[in-house]
């Protein structure tokens, strides 16, 4: 089954910093867009930030604009995510997913293929 696989999340104080991983399984993703999302309990999920496939373009949400930094290294067919200063409403599970859209649509999760199981980020004190 083709999906991806996340890894990183974990408990953190407000103030403290994660680094998500973001690995294929059963593909490569050198020549694909991936987007990160988030979907905490209640809410839908939505878009945090979205890497084109060779890393010339990128873009984040306003809510974490400045604090997460998204990355792609090709040759190890790994996307990752660098979240500093977390806050509490940072908590969520957080998804990448492979933008099938070619960056027409990169907020929407219709857009995306191959959802992992997520990892849980929970930022509290």
């Known amino acids: 089954q083709l999906q991806f696989v996340e890894s990183g999340g974990g408990l953190v104080q407000p103030g403290g910093s994660l680094r998500l991983s973001c690995a294929p399984s059963g593909f490569t993703l050198a020549n694909y867009a991936i987007g990160w999302f988030r979907q905490a309990p209640g809410k839908e999920r939505e878009a945090v930030s979205w890497i084109s496939s060779s890393g010339g373009g990128i873009n984040y949400a306003d809510s974490v604009k400045g604090r997460f930094t998204i990355s792609r290294d090709n040759a190890k067919n790994m996307v990752y995510l660098q979240m500093n200063n977390l806050k509490p409403e940072d908590t969520a599970v957080y998804y990448c997913?492979?933008?099938?859209?070619?960056?027409?649509?990169?907020?929407?999760?219709?857009?995306?293929?191959?959802w992992g199981q997520g990892t849980q980020v929970t930022v509290s004190s």
């Open positions: 997913a492979l933008d099938r859209s070619g960056g027409l649509r990169p907020h929407r999760p219709s857009s995306y293929a191959y």
